[in-house]
T-cell receptor, first 111, second 115 residues
Framework: KQEVTQIPAALSVPEGENLVLNCSFT??????LQWFRQDPGKGLTSLLL?????REQTSGRLNASLDKSSGRSTLYIAASQPGDSATYLC??????????FGTGTQLKVEL | DTAVSQTPKYLVTQMGNDKSIKCEQN?????MYWYKQDSKKFLKIMFS???????INETVPNRFSPKSPDKAHLNLHINSLELGDSAVYFC??????????????FGPGTRLTVT
């Protein structure tokens, strides 16, 4: 059974800092990994999708890496801004169309 | 707007009632999902439909019954609501999930409160 864990559970940083969010999963037989952002009371916004054959994906200030063999992914956020404050979720897709979500990292970027 | 939409956004009801949550997507996707996010913010899949056919049915009480009138709609009907059903329910959609290329798109969620 796939289990996804995210560390840290919560993170508070000053504006401008670069930061790394971690995601680990127990079963390396995945099709892809997605990073989502969830704002309070809102739905999920997909940030990046990394296919199992890829090592990283970049979008603006975000960079996600994937090491499938070790069951790890990181989300790197450069030059953090208060608007980046949200909960970040990673989710892995295994056989079929089932996404298994991580426990989330609640990020607060302070002025 | 092209998106996944859900109604209602908020639903407050009493124990024992029957309620429905509606979901529609206009992305042309073939597959739709229902997820539950509990009070600890943990998201877990409940159901998945592909072209109106049930694909995934996790360990969900029989009181929950998804209904897909067409591939653009997946509604969630809940009978005999219980306090533990209080959660945020998210609908999502994707293209047919063959291999690593599909991406799921989520609706805004429906916050269900059972009193």
């Amino acid at each position: 059974k796939q289990e996804v864990t995210q560390i840290p559970a919560a993170l508070s940083v000053p504006e401008g800092e670069n930061l790394v969010l971690n995601c680990s999963f127990t079963d390396s037989a995945i099709y892809n990994l997605q990073w989502f952002r969830q704002d309070p009371g809102k739905g999920l916004t997909s940030l990046l999708l990394i296919q199992s054959s890829q090592r990283e994906q970049t979008s603006g200030r975000l960079n996600a890496s994937l090491d499938k063999s070790s069951g790890r992914s990181t989300l790197y956020i450069a030059a953090s801004q208060p608007g980046d404050s949200a909960t970040y979720l990673c989710a892995v897709s295994g056989g079929g169309n089932k996404l298994t979500f991580g426990t989330g990292t609640q990020l607060k970027v302070e002025l | 707007d092209t998106a996944v939409s859900q109604t209602p956004k908020y639903l407050v009801t009493q124990m024992g009632n029957d309620k429905s949550i509606k979901c529609e997507q206009n992305l042309g996707h073939d597959t739709m999902y229902w997820y539950k996010q509990d009070s600890k913010k943990f998201l877990k899949i409940m159901f998945s439909y592909n072209n109106k056919e049930l694909i995934i049915n996790e360990t969900v009480p029989n009181r929950f019954s998804p209904k897909s009138p067409d591939k653009a709609h997946l509604n969630l009907h809940i009978n005999s609501l219980e306090l533990g059903d209080s959660a945020v329910y998210f609908c999502a959609s994707s293209l047919v999930p063959t291999g690593p290329f599909y991406e799921q798109y989520f609706g805004p969620g429906t916050r269900l409160t059972v009193t």
